[in-house]
């Protein structure tokens, strides 16, 4: 099929379906074309089912699907909750009422609903595979050819993402360093030193344009974003990884990392003076009963000591919190921290403590090590959990030294110790980054990884190929989440659909260990929604830019009756767009509109 975005369009929608918008035409007024629609829908999908035999499985299951989207879109509850009106927008179109404000990936969303519905899914190729008539070992054999046919199709696209452990990445990477070294100044024994790093963060876009190449938008953007105080820091090692040819794409997803798209910059910039009320998304002011401590869920609470990290993401979920990398005064006081750690004594339900920020790891031995002997000294404490993205941004600080004082707080049988790390590509694998979740497993300290699945990550098989070799580095994978909710960092979004595909025909190809991770959306206030079970959250609209609103359903719902939460997702049309644009082909990703 060859992908065209401009195809779908009012005239288009009226040609091809008549049927639906001739049951609204009859219709005496909206609440009756409501309740028409509704019941065709549900006919259509009995019809499917029971009268046209000629459906594959596959397709019915698209219809069901379909169909259950529908009827949710129709329902007034749903014009209500989110203020709009598909049956609305379908009463227009059916009256020639003039909807300039329908897009084209509104009418993309909609007449794929549809034809999934009457078991005809667009861009959907129908198996052509012809069954052998043979069984036993025989069957095994032509199986197991097939198997193969397949596995060399996902290394084939597995293999379209340079790792950093590719010799000709390291050789790149080799002279790279001695670049970046020459220009800051640094010795061997300084680069090796993650103080001299922590001492030489690069906050500005002369300092990082003289280590590498920025484009002249990427230097803007820094630029405004220098000037609008908002946090922005980039160690010299992840500098390091940096291409000097951008152009090739190879350094895209550590690019978008660090330096911020001009639309984040100016969003973050409009409320400065207010940032906790504007971007603290997860309602963390709400979930914190103590100062330093989160508690979203029964057995686990956040302890926060230290709010700044060595280097920042751009899509920082604390990006309302943290002042600039490694800012002075991000320590917590003692008897902040003593206090925190009293709540944790007095609450003997919180069973396990993630101890982040921040990172906790750019703290000194010495601290660090003082909370963890206090956490240690908890007796309901059965696990310390660390989150810290230093083994991607500044692999030296792990130091032999700091892997065995970590290590030192694990109690086989009473307490165990874990790091969870963020590493989010394949690009970001180096010999360094190796090195030091070596250090740490030899402690026995096991390494989980939360992949955020960022529009920078998200191409086929780019997650799958970093899931493969995070556990050839004995990295569990653990969360892949979507990027949160947040306006200023829209460009980082991924529709939803996009998550569960990816789960279902990429991830779902790896041996079992290596697909370890659960996909989650962090939902305000309540904590993560798991995406893999369907029954989680309902699209419930779309929005005239092609956007579906979700309704997430509390993690607790089938125990408490708690408030659900309504978030808008992005057009699907609009990522599809994206991805064309940096030369992705929308066609290979057309099963997408089928995942809610
Ligand atoms: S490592 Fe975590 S806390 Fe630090 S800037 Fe990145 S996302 Fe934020």
Not at 401 to 422: K, N, Q, W, Y
């Amino acid at each position: 099929m060859i992908w065209n975005s401009s195809r779908w369009s009012a005239s288009v929608f009226k040609k091809d379906h008549r049927r639906v918008l001739a049951i609204v035409q009859d219709a005496a007024d909206l609440d009756v074309a409501r309740k028409a629609l509704y019941h065709y829908v549900t006919e259509r999908q009995y019809e499917i089912y029971f009268d046209e035999p000629e459906h594959s499985g596959f397709e019915m299951t698209v219809a069901r699907d379909c169909a259950r989207v529908l009827r949710a879109v129709l329902a007034r509850n749903s014009d209500a909750g989110v203020g709009f009106s598909v049956t609305q927008a379908l009463w227009d179109l059916a009256r020639d009422v003039e909807r300039p404000d329908l897009s084209q990936a509104f009418f993309a969303e909609l007449s794929h609903l549809f034809r999934g519905l009457n078991g005809t899914p667009e861009g959907i190729e129908p198996d052509s595979s012809i069954q052998a008539a043979v069984s036993g070992r025989e069957a095994a054999q032509v199986r197991s050819r097939e198997l193969d046919s397949i596995w060399e199709d996902i290394e084939e696209a597995m293999d379209r993402y340079e790792s950093g452990l590719d010799p000709d990445a390291m050789k790149r990477r080799d002279m790279r360093r001695r670049q970046v070294q020459e220009a800051m100044g640094a010795t061997d024994q300084e680069w090796r030193d993650w103080r001299w790093h922590v001492r030489n963060i690069i906050e500005d876009q002369d300092r990082l344009a003289a280590v590498t190449t920025l484009r002249e938008y990427e230097r803007v953007a820094v630029e405004q974003a220098v000037h609008a105080k908002l946090p922005f820091g980039i160690t010299p090692y992840y500098a390091s990884l940096m291409d000097d040819e951008p152009e090739f794409g190879r350094d895209r997803a550590i690019r978008a990392q660090v330096i911020p798209p001009v639309s984040y910059v100016q969003g973050m910039a409009e409320h400065a003076d207010r940032r906790a009320g504007a971007f603290d998304f997860m309602l963390e002011a709400d979930t914190s009963p103590a100062d330093l401590i989160t508690r979203r869920y029964p057995a686990i609470a956040i302890l926060k000591p230290f709010n700044t990290c060595p280097q920042i993401c751009v899509y920082c979920q604390r990006n309302w919190e943290i002042e600039r990398a490694m800012a002075p005064g991000a320590m917590a006081s003692k008897a902040d921290i003593e206090k925190a750690l009293n709540w944790i004594r007095e609450h003997p339900a919180i069973r396990e403590v993630l101890v982040t920020g921040g990172d906790p790891l750019a703290m000194g031995d010495g601290p660090l090590e003082r909370i963890l002997k206090k956490l240690a000294d908890i007796p309901h404490v059965e696990i310390i959990r660390i989150g810290t993205r230093t083994p991607v941004t500044l692999p030296m600080r792990v130091t032999p030294d700091l892997a065995r004082m970590i290590g030192s707080f694990r109690e086989p049988g009473v307490r165990d110790v874990c790091l969870v790390t963020h590493v989010e590509h394949v690009s970001e694998v180096t010999p360094e980054f190796v090195a030091a979740v070596d250090r740490l497993k030899r402690r026995g300290l096991s390494v989980y990884n939360q992949l955020v699945f960022t529009f920078h990550v998200s191409r086929r098989f780019e997650s799958a190929a970093l899931r493969q070799l995070l556990r050839k580095c004995g990295v569990e994978p653990y969360y892949t989440f979507a990027p949160k909710g947040k306006d200023e960092t829209e460009d980082y979004r991924v529709p939803i659909a996009r998550i569960m595909q990816e789960q279902q025909e990429e991830a779902r190809l790896l041996p079992g260990m290596r697909r370890t991770d659960a996909p989650v959306f962090n939902v305000p206030g309540l904590g993560k929604n798991h995406l893999r079970a369907a029954q989680n959250r309902d699209v419930i609209s779309i929005l005239a830019d092609g956007s579906r609103v979700y309704e997430f359903h509390p993690w607790e719902k089938n125990i408490v009756e708690r408030d659900s939460y309504i978030g808008q997702d992005v057009p699907i049309l609009t990522y599809l767009e994206r991805l064309a644009a940096i030369g992705e082909d929308p066609a290979e990703y057309s099963s997408i509109w089928y995942y809610y």
